[in-house]
């Protein structure tokens, strides 16, 4: 999967991501623009300006990478949970767009997975999910028929979100 060699995209992942602590009532100026322009502005644009390349093969499957936090906000959240929600809407639409293509949409919101960004966190690398269960799903998804779509992957840590 990936680029073919006609040039085509066989998968899109939308994966860039930020992440701002605080709370709406404290966090820095511009958080919310910062994670809005980031978490979903990116994905947005470069869906935007593969679609044509991605649709000359009247198939493909378009990943986006969200968070937990599009379904349920919080603590310590703030701009980001609020930058989250539009992901329920963005895939979803496209979703229906891309129908007619043979272009399939799917949603991942995964919880706490263990990357670099929880390295000194003090969170024991055993609680949360590993970044290669995360790929195994996006792998399965991807090799159903072009008869099947899975919408939306929702993923967990097995003893739960993080408090």
């Given at each position: 999967?990936?680029?073919?060699?006609?040039?085509?995209?066989?998968?899109?992942?939308?994966?860039?991501?930020?992440?701002?602590?605080?709370?709406?009532?404290?966090?820095?100026?511009?958080?919310?623009?910062?994670?809005?322009?980031?978490?979903?502005?990116?994905?947005?644009?470069?869906?935007?300006?593969?679609?044509?390349?991605?649709?000359?093969?009247?198939?493909?499957?378009?990943?986006?990478?969200?968070?937990?936090?599009?379904?349920?906000?919080?603590?310590?959240?703030?701009?980001?949970?609020?930058?989250?929600?539009?992901?329920?809407?963005?895939?979803?639409?496209?979703?229906?767009?891309?129908?007619?293509?043979?272009?399939?949409?799917?949603t991942v919101l995964p919880g706490a997975v263990y990357t670099d960004s929880w390295i000194g966190s003090g969170v024991d690398s055993k609680r949360i999910m590993e970044s290669r269960d995360i790929a195994d799903m996006i792998y399965a998804?991807?090799?159903?028929?072009?008869?099947?779509?899975?919408?939306?992957?929702?993923?967990?840590?097995?003893?739960?979100?993080?408090?």
């Amino acid at each position: 999967m990936g680029i073919g060699n006609e040039g085509s995209i066989d998968v899109l992942v939308n994966n860039a991501g930020a992440f701002v602590p605080g709370s709406v009532h404290n966090e820095p100026d511009g958080a919310l623009e910062e994670m809005m322009a980031i978490n979903m502005f990116s994905a947005y644009h470069v869906t935007r300006a593969l679609i044509p390349v991605i649709d000359t093969a009247k198939s493909g499957h378009i990943f986006n990478m969200c968070s937990i936090a599009s379904l349920q906000a919080y603590r310590n959240g703030g701009a980001y949970s609020i930058s989250s929600m539009p992901w329920q809407a963005f895939p979803g639409n496209l979703r229906e767009e891309m129908k007619p293509h043979g272009i399939k949409v799917t949603t991942v919101l995964p919880g706490a997975v263990y990357t670099d960004s929880w390295i000194g966190s003090g969170v024991d690398s055993k609680r949360i999910m590993e970044s290669r269960d995360i790929a195994d799903m996006i792998y399965a998804a991807a090799l159903l028929s072009p008869k099947a779509c899975v919408e939306d992957i929702v993923m967990r840590p097995q003893l739960g979100d993080l408090p």
